[in-house]
């Protein structure tokens, strides 16, 4: 169990095809009587571990996951699989309403299954692509975000994303943790009910890498902690940051890939969610519930945006170089134009900014003067 966390400890259940559900509270003191209702479909079997194969071009592992071609697709309100259980159809969450629920994956890209993996990193390498997905759905009603859920609702998926995070990253051959969340069809999410996912890999990702890497660099070089200048440097700078906590600072990067890109970075150095305390988890619901709000300010319709977390990989040579950090990121860079991937960033990673950061962060702070004065205030 997260050892920082002083929330009720979630209820676990099982749902028809053997796949875990686990239900996380608002209320501290716990579910008044909560009894959670079994899964009574007749689900066909889990699909088969995937398959990892390796591109010595890039030096990347790539998961081949066919069965993800059925899932579920933008289905409307009335068949979606994450509002609560109700007379007309039984959907992935049993319970007639719930807080927070977070399940096992019906369409894993990674898993069911975990194990410890020898085989070489070499042209031609196939392994299983063993690891875990699970969904997080943050709320009953389907028209929802995580924003309007408000700042005890993000208090409540901050600790579900903390528990999580400790309890997969002890499992057998897992490497790192991600949470995140896609928000928005122009992102490519397939279901509009608001949730995330937690991913659990079986190796250390590609762009974790790169950044211990240059952390390990960094400290060769100077003796410092890169994350630590880099914070250092934006609050020097100011042009860019949005706001500074007791605990925390978001700020736009001075090299940001995108038009819109928001980071929010502890000003301690921690592994991941589950080692921050009570009031870092506190301070973070209020400060994420702001930046939700002020991204959703911008325009008169929602913004499209990815959320992840950078987490510490289990166990990695650099691991002691990982600062725990948000990344928020959307395409949008005008009201009716989205960035486009195109030839140079998708070929060949080489990324050329539409707006510049510091315009960027003038239009946040415009849009977050906007918010109610008890967001503002909270």
Known sequence: MDKNSTATPPVRASLGDGRELLYFFDNSEGPAGFMAPSDDRELPLRPPTSELRYDALSGEWVSFAAHRQSRTHLPDASECPLCPTRTQMASEIPANTYDVAVFENRFPSFGPEQHVSDVPAVLGAVRPADGRCEVIAFGPSHTDSLASLGVRRIRTVIEAWAHRTHELSQLEGIEQVFAFENRGAEIGVTL????????AYPYTTPRTENQLERAA????RTGRQLMADILDFEVADGKR????????????????HMPIEVHLVPHRQVADLSELNGEERDELARMYHRLLSTVDALYPTPTPYIAGWFQAPTRHQHRSEAWLHLQLTSPRRAENKLKYLAGSEAAMGAFIGDVTPESTAAALRTAMATLAPEVLTK
């Open 192 to 199: 509009h009910h608001p949730h995330g996912q937690i991913y």
């Open 241 to 256: 940051v949005l706001e500074r906590g007791a605990h925390f600072t978001t700020f736009v990067p001075f090299a940001a």
């Open 217 to 220: 660099a960094h400290r060769a």
